[in-house]
């Protein structure tokens, strides 16, 4: 029996097992072979053995430890700061035993395994260096495919082959080190980096620690991207349809492509399918929605669908193409059928193309031209509400722009729209709002006064129409002035900027009799920090309000050195000089000298957290009118969580709880 035991006083013993082609090419004489080959004598180098080589693999092996012992024709063993390396792989331990005849290690302690970008860390390893196949007690591990990592641990890693691991009692993330929000957990867990693709049984979706989601079978992409399969199906009832199961398919078609079908079976009312088809590419995108309940049982049998065009398309040279295309088979199609709120409230749906091109002209300057058509299909869902159906629009639009014109900005608005109605009165409206401003700013302030005359000119469908055509010609001049002041400050150890932004508006518009007008587009727009500091509180062109107002304002905010904006604080509140005379059919005028005080509050409370809180009160009746909250939780690009509260005084108050989105982007 050849025996090699090996001491040293020092921490590091190399060891070489050679493959044979290079023991070959060794020299006899310095491994002092004895003639009969009866044994073996050796001549120690500083730190370096070699040994004629059984291993299969012409790979080289190489040990360092402080302590290795064995018989060299079948087993090593070493002890204390164990490594062993081959190419492409490294094992780390307290203690290693090598089996050079089956190509086996077992190797207890501090244990790791490193190979082909990933780390396995454990309490005990077996594993064959060939098959590449073994078990891990208590591992944690970190794999690597494409630029995609995922991490995790559990009670038992098991190797299947080449880049083929199987994780019994263990969990799944692919979210970075430290953030520990999202979880896959599984009682059987396979990660196959050959095909990419995750498998886990008696699985379980985790978010902060809390359950979300249950399957007893999941399947997902290691390196985040898109593959086909069923997606999570969806169990619930209601009173109309019944017990409902869905089950999503997801068919990735191609990088830029690809579609979805989701069946659907409603106890009540029967089998229904719906699908989706969407498409990526550098001058074009779109969707199509289609789906179909053939025969509703609720309804007499009666066939209902539901069908969605969006395209938008790049023509080149600054021309672009935009189709939306809307239908349903009924107007109770939503309200019975679809089990999205957003769905259910909608009362009109779009049916419209546009056509545009932007471009520069007049050297720097910049202009838009558009030309539109706009139809509706109106859903009369609640017969004791009707809805008014909205007009049809025929539309053309010129924008333009022209800067440092002098010591002014010049600036041209116009529009040209036929609106037809089968009841009500019908007409052309013709739009020109030219204005000049003069910005004047420095470091610390900035005043802008500007001042313009909105034209419009109203021909009308003489068939139905009740008043002449006529025209209307209003002057509107404002100044804008604000103030930044700035300071340098510490907050909790880090170096933050603080701002202080206080801001004047003031509108005059003299008043012009508007009553004999009518009204195609023209409403109330909601009161909020965008449009207390606007000209018009009206939406559309048929109503210019009359005006001799100043809106006054103030923000503070605190920056990161980064400029990430860790707080912000706002308040605003509108002050009238005049009482107000131009109105909207069927709203009372304004009888308050100030507009509601509006506050703000947000920010990044913590990395990858926004928080808003926003609130609407009225001083003179000491009453809020609307607040809302909101959450967003954004751990990376594509996977969102937002929880928001809206309050409306004299409304239902109106709660959005938790919503998850887990994108998948198209490939250009």
Not at 358 to 369: A, K, L, M, P, S
Request: hydrophobic share 35%.
């Amino acid at each position: 029996m050849l025996i090699m035991s090996v001491f040293r006083p020092r921490p590091i013993v190399l060891l070489l097992l050679c493959a044979w082609d290079c023991a070959m090419a060794a020299d006899d004489s310095a491994l002092g072979l004895k003639p009969d080959g009866s044994g073996l004598q050796l001549k120690l180098q500083p730190a370096f053995i070699r040994i004629p080589p059984t291993n299969r693999d012409a790979v080289p092996i190489f040990f360092d430890a402080d302590n290795i012992q064995g018989h060299h024709e079948r087993e090593l063993e070493a002890e204390g700061t164990v490594r062993l390396r081959k190419r492409g792989k490294a094992v780390y331990a307290d203690w290693l035993r090598f089996d050079k005849q089956d190509n086996e290690l077992h190797a207890r302690g501090s244990v790791r395994l490193e190979q082909r970008g990933d780390t396995i860390d454990g309490t005990e390893l077996k594993y064959n260096l060939d098959t590449e196949r073994g078990a891990m007690d208590k591992p944690k591990y970190s794999v690597q495919v494409n630029a995609t990592k995922g991490r995790g641990e559990g009670e038992k890693l098991v190797f299947e082959g080449e880049n083929k691991y199987r994780m019994l009692g263990g969990n799944y993330t692919s979210c970075e080190v430290g953030n520990d929000d999202w979880f896959l957990r599984a009682k059987d867990l396979e990660i196959d980096k050959t095909r990419q693709i995750g498998t886990a049984h008696n699985a379980s979706v985790e978010f902060l620690g809390v359950p979300i989601l249950y399957s007893p079978y999941l399947s997902f992409s290691l390196d985040r991207q898109r593959k086909s399969g069923f997606l999570s199906p969806t169990f619930g009832t209601t009173g109309n349809s019944g017990a409902e199961f869905s089950i999503p398919y997801y068919w990735n078609i191609a990088p830029n492509r690809d579609a979805t079908f989701t069946p659907r079976v409603m106890s009540k009312r029967g089998a229904m399918l719906s699908s989706e088809f969407r498409y990526l590419d550098s001058a074009y995108s779109g969707e199509f929605r289609y789906e179909v309940l053939p025969t509703d049982r609720v309804k007499d049998g009666a066939s209902r669908f539901a069908t969605s065009v969006r395209h938008a398309q790049n023509l080149g040279g600054g021309w672009n193409a935009n189709v939306n295309v809307e239908k349903v088979s009924d107007s109770t199609y939503f309200t019975d059928l679809s089990t999205q709120i957003a769905a259910t409230s909608q009362v009109v749906l779009p049916r419209q193309g546009v056509l545009s091109k932007t471009g520069n002209w007049w050297n720097d300057g910049t202009f838009g031209f558009s030309a539109a058509v706009q139809r509706w299909q109106t859903l009369q869902t609640d017969p004791l509400n009707p809805v008014t159906q909205p007009y049809n629009r025929s539309a053309l639009t010129l924008n333009a722009t022209k800067q440092n014109l002098g010591p002014a900005d010049f600036d041209f608005a116009s529009s040209f729209i036929e609106f037809t109605h089968p009841t009500l009165i019908n007409g052309k409206r013709a739009v020109a709002y030219p204005s000049i401003s003069a910005p004047l700013q420095s470091s610390y302030a900035y005043l802008t006064p500007k001042i313009g005359m909105h034209v419009t000119r109203y021909d009308f469908d003489q068939t139905n129409a009740t008043v002449s055509d006529q025209s209307r010609a209003v002057p509107i001049s404002s100044i804008d002035t604000g103030l930044l002041f700035e300071r340098n400050m510490t907050l909790s150890g880090q170096n933050m900027l603080q701002t202080l932004e206080p801001k004047l508006y003031y509108v005059y518009i003299p008043t012009h009799n508007q009553n004999q007008l009518p009204n195609f587009d023209s409403g109330l727009q909601t009161v909020n920090f965008a449009t207390l500091f606007s000209e018009n509180q009206f939406s559309g062109s048929d109503r210019i309000n009359d005006a001799n107002q100043v809106t006054t304002g103030v923000t503070s905010r605190l920056l990161q050195e980064n400029g990430v904006e860790r707080l912000r604080v706002g308040l605003a509140e509108r002050f009238y000089f005049k009482s107000q005379e131009v109105t909207l059919p069927g709203i009372a005028a304004r009888n308050d000298n100030r507009s509601d005080l509006l506050a703000t509050l947000g920010g990044t409370i913590m990395p990858h957290w926004t928080a808003e809180l926003g609130w609407q009160y009225t001083t003179a009746a000491s009453q809020t009118q609307r607040a809302n909250a909101s959450v967003r939780y954004e751990p990376e690009p594509g996977k969102v969580v937002n929880v928001a509260y809206r309050y409306t005084n004299g409304a239902l108050t109106t709660a959005s709880g938790t919503t998850t989105f887990i994108a998948i982007p198209m490939a250009r």
